[in-house]
């Protein structure tokens, strides 16, 4: 929880009240309405959901073979576990359940660095460890395509396999195209983080058929797999639209929050089998629910894309003159971006979240380390620059433009 560490040190040199109680923007807020989860389950019964949001996914995807899994980490030791090579090319600086789904599957993983003032690994990394026969995973981090097409290319010179994390990335397109639908595979989410939040889940997309045994894939699992109603998930979404609307964050919920953070937290070792034997989202299959309520966010698609484009603009207009360094390429898919990342060169993260909330600014961060062992950071110089630096900006259609300008303005000043 890299955040929960993050704020227990910064609580630790605050003397005064941590936070002012008034309005706070949430650094995330569901796109799933309350009222959608009533129709999803009024639907449930008549509407076939898993069958129509298959076939909504082919026909935005392009693509027959979609597969669904219980997480986006699932998927992927889903799509190892059925392939014969052994080593696996990662972003040093990704997720950490990709690396634990890696194990899972039982390969060996090779780690590239990440471009220098980028957070994702490109072509140009990649090729520094490209060998006959290994599966490179390129991702996409907070939306922000990497150069896909070209590690693609690259993959194939070598007789190479590519397995696209496009899990922070649905709908967004890079040169017309949906990521995802690039490399041999791709991978989406509906974790509760991502664009369309559907408690767990993941789609698997099958680009190159030839590439994999299907029916394998099809009939494959890691764990056995539960399908249950999701009742207890629905009632913490419902209760989380609740307590992230801006009144209640600030003055409740994040209180209760930093009152939990000031706490150490000492979380205790587990096996990583052990750990994904009981985990749900490893263990609980997608639900015909959870594919109704992907089905509702869908037909608002292109309207919360709009407000999200809307809002990378707004803090891409406002930042631009300021020494913040922002990692937002200008030809980007700006509606496709899950968060927007900005870092504060020369300054150290922590003062920065100090500072932001005594102010009243609750900034968000993730991946605060790199994936390979400590011992060999010094290797990836870039991967962990951005773990030690990288905060991320809210994007989210409930976020207004004139609240977002606001946030921005503010970011602004703790650069001074």
């Known amino acids: 929880m890299p955040t929960r560490e993050a704020y227990f040190e910064v609580l630790q040199s605050v003397k005064v009240r941590p936070c002012p109680r008034r309005s706070i923007i949430a650094p995330n807020r569901l796109e799933i309405r309350n009222e959608e989860f009533l129709t999803a389950f009024l639907n449930l019964s008549l509407s076939r959901p898993l069958l129509k949001l298959r076939e909504k996914l082919q026909s935005i995807t ?10 986006c980490r699932a998927a992927l030791a889903q799509l190892l576990a059925t392939l014969p090579q052994k080593d ?14 890696a194990i899972l599957a039982g390969k060996n993983i090779i780690y590239v660095d990440v471009a220098k003032n980028s957070i994702n690994s490109t072509s140009e990394e990649f ?7 290994r599966i490179l995973i390129p991702t996409h981090l907070y939306g922000i395509p990497t ?9 194939k010179t070598k007789s190479c396999l590519t397995i696209e994390d496009a899990a922070a990335a649905f709908g967004s397109r890079r040169m017309g195209k949906m990521l995802g639908t690039f490399g041999d595979a791709g991978v989406i989410s ?6 369309l939040p559907a408690f767990r889940g993941a789609a698997i997309i099958i680009n190159n058929e030839k590439a994999f045994d299907l029916e394998k894939l099809r009939t494959f699992k890691l764990f056995d797999l539960k399908f249950q109603l999701p ?8 209760l989380y639209n609740l307590a992230t609307v801006p009144w209640i964050y600030g ?9 939990k953070y000031s706490k150490a937290n000492q979380p205790q070792p587990q096996n990583l089998f052990e750990a994904a034997r009981n985990s749900p989202f490893y263990l609980r299959g997608f639900h015909p629910f959870q594919a109704a309520l992907i089905l ?13 484009g809307q809002l990378v603009s707004i803090y891409r207009q406002i930042l631009k003159d300021s020494n913040i360094r922002t990692f937002i390429p200008a030809d980007i898919d700006e509606s496709g971006l899950l968060r927007f990342p900005i870092a504060f060169p020369g300054r150290e993260r922590l003062e920065i979240l100090s500072q932001a909330l005594l102010r009243g600014l609750f900034l968000e961060i993730n991946y605060d380390q790199p994936l390979p062992e400590k011992e060999d950071w010094s290797k990836f110089p870039n991967a962990r620059w951005a773990a030690q630096n990288v905060i991320l900006l809210p994007l989210y259609a409930r976020l207004c433009p004139e609240k977002a300008a606001v946030l921005a303005k503010e970011v602004v000043q703790l650069s001074h």
Not at 127 to 133: L, Q, R, Y
Not at 251 to 259: E, N, S, V, Y
């Open 62 to 71: 392009g693509r027959e073979n979609i597969f669904f899994a219980p997480s």
């Open 88 to 101: 696996v090319v990662l972003p040093a600086y990704t997720c950490p359940v990709v690396k634990k789904a």
């Open 127 to 133: 090729a520094k460890e490209i060998k006959s026969g």
């Open 147 to 155: 150069d896909v097409e070209a590690i693609c290319n690259l993959a």
């Open 190 to 195: 509906f974790e509760q983080s991502k664009r």
């Open 231 to 238: 009742m207890s998930e629905t009632a913490k979404a419902v």
């Open 251 to 259: 003055r409740l919920t994040l209180p209760l929050i930093l009152k």
């Open 296 to 308: 509702a966010m869908l037909k608002r698609f292109e309207n919360i894309r709009t407000r999200i």
